[in-house]
């Protein structure tokens, strides 16, 4: 098993930055990819960037330009960086990991950007 804790959201200016961070605990030792995904209101849940174990990374194109990843194994904590926010990128944000025991999500946290 695999617990999750992101933090890091909130209200975020147009043009503004945010930096979210999602822990693991438990199985750590099975994780091998680590990644953010997010669900705006009547959309479907969409891929953000993934990361994993040895540092390879991949986010779709739409995300590529303002959008990093990172992964600190000794902590077992991922992080995102989005720059450059529109209000289109409101959205709830989750942390998802894939381990040897399976897949799980974090709970989700709430990032609005707006004026």
């Known amino acids: 098993q695999v617990q999750l804790v992101e933090s890091g959201g909130g209200l975020v200016q147009p043009g503004g930055s945010l930096r979210l961070s999602c822990a693991a605990s438990?199985?750590?030792?099975?994780?091998?990819?680590m990644g953010w995904y997010r669900q705006a209101p009547g959309k479907q849940r969409e891929l953000v960037a993934s990361i994993t174990r040895d540092g390879y990374t991949y986010c779709p194109d739409s995300m590529k330009g303002r959008t990093t990843i990172a992964r600190d194994n000794a902590k077992n904590t991922v992080y995102l960086q989005m720059n450059s926010l529109k209000p289109e990128d409101t959205a709830v944000y989750y942390c998802k990991v894939y381990s040897d025991s399976g897949d799980y999500w974090g709970q989700g946290t709430q990032v609005t950007v707006s004026s």
């Open positions: 438990g199985s750590t030792f099975s994780i091998y990819v």
